[in-house]
């Protein structure tokens, strides 16, 4: 089972108050509902293909109406593995219209909300949770990315779901696609909200437990890339200084200080070590240590002496 139908499950065996019924009923029929004609007039359809949802659906429809929808399972086409439930209400579609709010004063349905139909923040949160239920997916936290979408079929729905995330602080944003806008949430905090709002325990936990498995995993690995990344620095300086010194020995340079000397011999017994590392060798070799900073210092000399010897030979030649 996907992530999002494993929300989508939790979210289906929520117990709504009274209000809380109409404000998810109408979330559900404005994302997925549609407008038909049949023998008896005008009918209501609802479609999903997700199990939770349609039982969710006829549930809420047979509790607040007191009428028994009628169910069609339909297979779909192009290999898809889930079957498509629409349901359809024929009884009631007046009432159940002008309750829901499913067609404005324009006469355009599956625009506008009526804003007493989500007044109460119970009835909010029922709002979100009835939109995701209907077309709502989400990422599994486990994922590279973090993303939460509602698929509406109007940038008006799509607007009305924004405004709702922003009461609750959820940042939603609103985009165009292929099948109409999306209201969507990419920050990992706001989906955590999100699933909060909506009443999404058991899936909140997952996803927090997730997503804090991944981010500590993904900090154990930009520290052991930094560790990496400073040792072959290390090394290549290391490289460097090596053949500073094969340049400087060639020449049969004499009379070197005494400090150029040292960071030498150290240099030579220690060809991979780092600086940290040289310094307590020199504590070793010399009963004292060389910090880190008089290292660089005497390796940058060395590398002075190194270019002026070549630069002679060039000029000499």
Do not use: W
């Amino acid at each position: 089972m996907s992530y999002t139908s494993e929300v989508k499950s939790e979210l289906s065996n929520i117990k709504n108050l009274s209000c809380c019924q109409k404000a998810e009923l109408s979330a559900m029929l404005h994302i997925s509902g549609s407008v038909e004609l049949s023998s008896k007039g005008l009918l209501l359809a609802f479609q999903t293909t997700n199990n939770a949802v349609i039982r969710k659906f006829m549930k809420l429809v047979k509790e607040r109406y007191k009428i028994e929808p009628e169910l069609i399972s339909k297979k779909q086409l192009n290999l898809q593995k889930n079957d498509l439930f629409i349901a359809h209400i024929e009884d009631k579609v007046d009432a159940i219209m002008n309750e829901l709010s499913l067609m404005n004063k324009q006469a355009l349905f599956f625009q506008d909300v009526n804003p007493d139909l989500i007044k109460k923040e119970c009835c909010k949160r029922a709002y979100l949770r009835g939109a995701f239920l209907a077309g709502g997916s989400i990422n599994s936290p486990e994922t590279s990315t973090y993303h939460l979408e509602i698929q509406t079929s109007s940038d008006k729905q799509a607007e009305v779901l924004k405004e709702l995330s922003e009461e609750f602080q959820l940042n939603g944003k609103v985009s165009k696609n292929k099948r109409g806008y999306i209201m969507y949430i990419k920050e990992a905090e706001k989906i955590s909200d999100f699933l909060r709002v909506t009443g999404a325990t058991n899936q909140l936990f997952e996803f927090e437990d997730s997503r804090i498995k991944r981010d500590f995993k993904n900090s154990i690995n930009r520290v052991i890339n930094c560790d990496i990344a400073n040792e072959r620095k290390a090394l290549d300086a290391a490289a460097h200084q090596l053949k500073h010194i094969e340049i400087i020995e060639k020449k049969n340079v004499s009379e070197l200080p005494k400090s150029l000397k040292e960071v030498i011999e150290l240099r030579k017994l220690y060809p991979d070590s780092t600086l940290n590392e040289l310094s307590y060798a020199a504590l070793e070799h010399y009963g004292y240590l060389i910090s880190k900073s008089a290292l660089n210092h005497r390796f940058r000399a060395l590398k002075d002496l190194a270019n002026t010897l070549l630069m002679n030979e060039e000029n000499h030649d």
